[in-house]
Nanobody, 124 residues
């Protein structure tokens, strides 16, 4: 059974940085594309960033492009989301997700397994 565990969330001031980690177990992680999504209170879960199986291809939503970076370490079965220049509108629960395919996607339905989420709060 695949398990994803996110960590690194917390409280940060506007303009600050956080790095989220997502550790995978129970599956050959290196064959899967991975993504990050987020959900703010009262809103739909939205795409944030994705990375292909090798790490050579990444994709970002327009709202975070240029501020966030996604990377992965297949030897450690871990994917990271580096968040810089953070804004109050980045406040949300952040979810890590994996898909049993090598390519990136920004669609929720393309992802096959999910973590439980980690809270990120940006104060103004």
């Amino acid at each position: 059974q695949v398990q994803l565990v996110e960590s690194g969330g917390g409280l940060v001031q506007t303009g600050g940085s956080l790095r989220l980690s997502c550790a995978a177990s129970g599956r050959t992680f290196s064959n899967d594309a991975m993504g990050w999504f987020r959900q703010a209170p009262g809103k739909e879960r939205e795409f944030v960033a994705a990375i292909n199986w090798s790490g050579r291809t990444t994709y970002f939503s327009g709202s975070v492009k240029g501020r966030f970076t996604i990377t992965r370490d297949n030897a450690k079965n871990t994917v990271y989301l580096q968040m810089n220049s953070m804004k109050p509108e980045d406040t949300a629960v952040y979810y890590c997700a994996g898909r049993t395919d090598t390519g990136v996607s920004d669609l929720r339905r393309d992802y096959d397994y999910w973590g439980q989420g980690t809270q990120v709060t940006v104060s103004s």
